[in-house]
């Protein structure tokens, strides 16, 4: 046989061993075998798909040659960039395409304007274009799918709940290294996310050259253990030290995951020496972090923390009006009033009521008024609020402000009093169906009308952001508001 014949004989051999599927997307047109002398060169696009083919193929590649040949061949491996292109033209390289984001390890693809792609190092992000959706397998978006722009600092609704988390966010876009490691925490919806693609969005954009990577928990400990199995160490520590800038979402993910957590302490550990940013979120404070190495929460305690608290009600106003703006809503000052004080939990609730208000609207054919929000929103308020009774609220409030049991049902009309009843009617009102009647008669026979206008009374509170004088203490409308929610859910 000649020369390519005996190279279509092992690469025959080759995909019999690897299987077509694996053997197409990793040694077909992207590869190329030659022979040179008692050695076989194989010679592959990039510095990445030559560790990969080289750590996964490198046996079954000496298999196939000894196999057709009779006798064993060095096996030396080159780069060689033509190759991009050339696998970028063929069949196969557009048949893998899609499967090569599910098929590589770090479930990351670089798709150009063309629609070409190359097998791309996970250090290598600033490879990836700012004004294209970003492909990288970001917080569960499935490899192989575009994913939406990555969000920016600019774009962040800044309020008290979380001035400091990105002013913090800033300084570490502009300056790497100086608040490391920094960690953002805080419940699910708040802009935890938000902020970290920010940091990386601006750091990209003031230093395209950056090595950053940005990836999950899950996806952390994904590919630390397919390289402690399979891949190798040596190329995952290569890829994850050597960074300038590495972001980690959902930190709590690593509880009780001992293996990896002293990986991540290492890596930490490698780059703090270093003087490279780390940046991490979590759902909690590091010290709450249960099962989580004492070192780690030390080096995490060690940098700057920053809670991110629920939006408060201007905050949710700004990110109301600002995902109104993109979808090109038109919201009145009334309807951004009403759904802003009805619904606090987080932006993706936000979000979703304006879904809930634009399809009613496009459906009834009716612009978007405080009627139609009403109705349209009702059940969405009652089933993100717990099933609660007036008796429980009644108990919050007492419990909360620390006054007398059965004070609220009482016929006192001093301020200390009156003012935590219409805080209890107004809760009772966004928590329960009882109907008017029903709240006036528990909270000392009062009639529906005085619950209306306690109902109104607090809205103005809430919108004015007030601070009432209760007990020789100055009480925020909101703070205690919420307090009085979280004893509402202790109670649960």
């Known amino acids: 046989m000649d020369e390519k014949e005996v190279v279509s004989a092992i690469r025959a051999t080759l995909a019999d061993k690897v299987g077509k599927e694996r053997f197409d997307l990793w040694l077909g047109a992207v590869c190329r075998l030659s022979l040179r002398g008692e050695s076989l060169l194989v010679e592959l696009p990039n510095r990445f798909s030559q560790d990969w083919v080289r750590s996964h193929f490198r046996l079954e590649i000496e298999a196939a040659c000894a196999e057709t040949l009779g006798k064993a061949l060095a096996v030396e491996f080159r780069i060689d960039e033509s190759l991009a292109r050339t696998s970028a033209a063929s069949p196969t390289g557009k048949r893998g395409r899609q499967q090569a984001a599910t098929a590589q390890p770090d479930g990351e693809s670089n798709l150009d304007a063309n629609g070409a792609t190359g097998l791309m190092d996970p250090t290598a992000v600033q490879s990836l274009s700012l004004h294209e959706p970003a492909t990288i397998e970001m917080n569960g978006t499935k490899p192989g799918y575009h994913r939406r722009k990555f969000s920016t600092l600019e774009g962040f609704v800044v309020g008290a709940s979380n001035r400091l988390a990105h002013a913090s966010a800033q300084m570490v876009a502009e300056q790497p290294g100086r608040l490391s490691p920094l960690l953002v925490y805080g419940p699910t919806g708040v802009g935890k996310t938000h902020l970290l693609e920010g940091i990386w969005s601006a750091a990209r954009r003031s230093r395209p050259e950056i090595h950053a990577v940005y990836l999950s928990a899950e996806q952390f400990t994904t590919y630390f253990l397919e390289a402690l199995h399979g891949s190798g160490l040596p190329n995952f520590r290569r890829k994850y030290r050597g960074v300038e800038l590495l972001i980690i979402d959902g930190l709590q993910f690593f509880a009780g995951k001992r293996a990896t957590l002293n990986e991540l302490l290492h890596t930490t550990d490698t780059l703090l020496r270093e003087g490279r940013q780390l940046?991490?979120?979590?759902?909690?404070?590091?010290?709450?972090?249960?099962?989580?190495?004492?070192?780690?929460?030390?080096?995490?305690?060690?940098?700057?923390?920053?809670?991110?608290?629920?939006?408060?009600?201007?905050?949710?106003?700004?990110?109301?009006?600002?995902?109104?703006?993109?979808?090109?809503?038109?919201?009145?000052?009334?309807?951004?009033?009403?759904?802003?004080?009805?619904?606090?939990?987080?932006?993706?609730?936000?979000?979703?009521?304006?879904?809930?208000?634009?399809?009613?609207?496009?459906?009834?054919?009716?612009?978007?008024?405080?009627?139609?929000?009403?109705?349209?929103?009702?059940?969405?308020?009652?089933?993100?609020?717990?099933?609660?009774?007036?008796?429980?609220?009644?108990?919050?409030?007492?419990?909360?402000?620390?006054?007398?049991?059965?004070?609220?049902?009482?016929?006192?009309?001093?301020?200390?009093?009156?003012?935590?009843?219409?805080?209890?009617?107004?809760?009772?009102?966004?928590?329960?169906?009882?109907?008017?009647?029903?709240?006036?008669?528990?909270?000392?026979?009062?009639?529906?009308?005085?619950?209306?206008?306690?109902?109104?009374?607090?809205?103005?509170?809430?919108?004015?952001?007030?601070?009432?004088?209760?007990?020789?203490?100055?009480?925020?409308?909101?703070?205690?508001?919420?307090?009085?929610?979280?004893?509402?859910?202790?109670?649960?």
């Open 279 to 492: 940046v991490f979120a979590a759902d909690r404070a590091a010290t709450d972090l249960h099962e989580m190495s004492d070192e780690l929460v030390a080096r995490l305690s060690a940098g700057m923390a920053c809670s991110i608290d629920p939006p408060d009600y201007p905050t949710r106003l700004g990110i109301l009006r600002q995902l109104a703006q993109v979808r090109g809503l038109a919201l009145t000052d009334d309807v951004a009033n009403f759904v802003a004080t009805h619904l606090t939990a987080h932006a993706r609730e936000l979000s979703g009521a304006l879904n809930r208000l634009e399809a009613a609207a496009r459906m009834l054919h009716k612009p978007i008024t405080r009627a139609l929000a009403e109705e349209a929103l009702a059940e969405m308020i009652r089933h993100n609020a717990r099933a609660v009774r007036l008796g429980d609220i009644d108990r919050a409030v007492c419990e909360v402000l620390g006054l007398e049991a059965e004070s609220l049902q009482s016929d006192a009309r001093g301020r200390s009093v009156s003012q935590p009843r219409m805080l209890a009617m107004w809760l009772a009102r966004k928590h329960t169906r009882a109907a008017l009647a029903e709240i006036g008669r528990h909270f000392g026979r009062r009639s529906h009308s005085t619950v209306v206008s306690a109902q109104k009374t607090v809205g103005g509170w809430v919108a004015s952001q007030s601070t009432l004088e209760l007990s020789g203490r100055r009480w925020n409308v909101e703070d205690t508001i919420r307090r009085i929610e979280e004893q509402l859910k202790r109670e649960a």
